[in-house]
Structures are given as structure tokens and as C-alpha cells.
Nanobody, 125 residues
Framework: QVQLVESGGGLVQAGGSLRLSCAAS????????MGWFRQAPGKEREFVAA????????YYADSVKGRFTISRDNAEKAVYLQMNSLKSGDTAVYYC??????????????????WGQGTQVTVSS
């Protein structure tokens, strides 16, 4: 059974930090790109960050560049999102996703095959 399980969400003050983790199980994980998306109430799901299998290519949404860092540990089948200098606009449910994506499609949630259940991040101002 394929599973992606996020953890690390919570309530933090503006300017603070959180580290999200996503643990994968039930499939090979090998060769899959991993991404983080988020969805705020009443808004569309939006791309946050993505990392290729090798870690050689990393992509960020403009809104999080310089503040968020995505990383992965293939031996542990895990991906992480370090979030610093958090703002109230970062409040959302954050989802981990996996897919065989390439080229310019990393930002498209439709390209990802597997999804976690999400973890809530709330930033108070």
C-alpha cells in the first residue's frame, strides 16, 4: 500500500520556522521526483517546491524562494521542507507528493501520482 505521511506542521508565530517531513512507503520511491504543495482555505492548491530523484535539480515557487529549503534522503525514503521566516500568507495545509515528472511540469499538481493526507501549518501574525 502506497503511503506518504507528512508531519511537522503546527502553529508558529510570524518570523518563526518549521520543518515538515514526509515519509514514503509501499513503493520503490526510486526515480520519483518529490514535491510540496499547499492549499489555503478557499484557494487553489499551489506549488511550493520540488526536488528530482538525484537532488540535482530543485525548484521553488517565487513566494518561498530564499525562505524554504527542500531536501530528500533516498535511503530513508523521506523528503523535507525547512521553512524559515514564515509569514501569515504561508498558512495552509501542506501536501507531500511523488511523481515521475520532468522538464517544466514540476509545478503542476496533476503530474504527481501519489499524495499524502496533508499537515496544517498556521502562522500567526
Amino acid at each position: 500500500q502506497v503511503q506518504l505521511v507528512e508531519s511537522g506542521g503546527g502553529l508558529v508565530q510570524a518570523g518563526g520556522s518549521l520543518r515538515l517531513s514526509c515519509a514514503a512507503s509501499g513503493w520503490t520511491f526510486r526515480g520519483y521526483a518529490m514535491g510540496w504543495f499547499r492549499q489555503a482555505p478557499g484557494k487553489e492548491r499551489e506549488f511550493v517546491a520540488a526536488i528530482t530523484w538525484s537532488g540535482g535539480s530543485i525548484y521553488y515557487a517565487d513566494s518561498v524562494k530564499g525562505r524554504f529549503t527542500i531536501s530528500r534522503d533516498n535511503a530513508e525514503k523521506a523528503v523535507y521542507l525547512q521553512m524559515n521566516s514564515l509569514k501569515s500568507g504561508d498558512t495552509a495545509v501542506y501536501y507531500c507528493a511523488a511523481g515521475s515528472v520532468s522538464g517544466t511540469t514540476y509545478t503542476l499538481h496533476t503530474q504527481y501520482r501519489y499524495w499524502g493526507q496533508g499537515t496544517q501549518v498556521t502562522v500567526s501574525s
